[in-house]
């Protein structure tokens, strides 16, 4: 079992920047690939980027390839994601996601929700025009 919460989100203007963070509990993260997904009202919960357990692989959807980076810190048991340039259409709610420990040498980065075991409560990012 493992608790993440999410922390960051907030109001900001067209083409400014946001860091999300996502704490989670147990002895496990850094074991663990991580995502952050967003839900804007009336619409699906969808992938925004993920991040292989040893940070070495990442995996960003298009509507946000580089403009977001996803980065974790093992040590402090916390993922991040650094938004910049943020659009109207990046305002939703963000979750963080966790995938079950994998403790072999594998690296699979899910980009579904079904990839994931475990999510927080979310974060609101609102981006005016």
């Known amino acids: 079992q493992v608790q993440l919460v999410e922390s960051g989100g907030g109001l900001v203007q067209a083409g400014g920047s946001l860091r999300l963070s996502c704490a989670a509990s147990?002895?496990?993260?850094?074991?663990?690939?991580m995502g952050w997904f967003r839900q804007a009202p009336g619409k699906e919960r969808e992938f925004v980027a993920g991040?292989?357990?040893?940070?070495?692989?990442?995996y960003y959807a298009d509507s946000v390839k580089g403009r977001f980076t996803i980065s974790r810190d093992n040590a402090k048991n916390t993922v991040y994601l650094q938004m910049n340039s943020l659009e109207p259409e990046d305002t939703a709610v963000y979750l963080c996601?966790?995938?079950?420990?994998?403790?072999?040498?594998?690296?699979?980065?899910?980009?579904?929700?079904?990839?994931?075991?475990?999510w927080g409560q979310g974060t609101q990012v609102t981006v005016s025009s």
């Open positions: 996601a966790a995938r079950a420990p994998s403790f072999g040498t594998i690296v699979v980065v899910p980009t579904t929700i079904t990839g994931y075991s475990y």
């Open positions: 147990g002895r496990t993260f850094s074991r663990r690939t």
């Open positions: 991040i292989s357990w040893n940070g070495g692989s990442t």
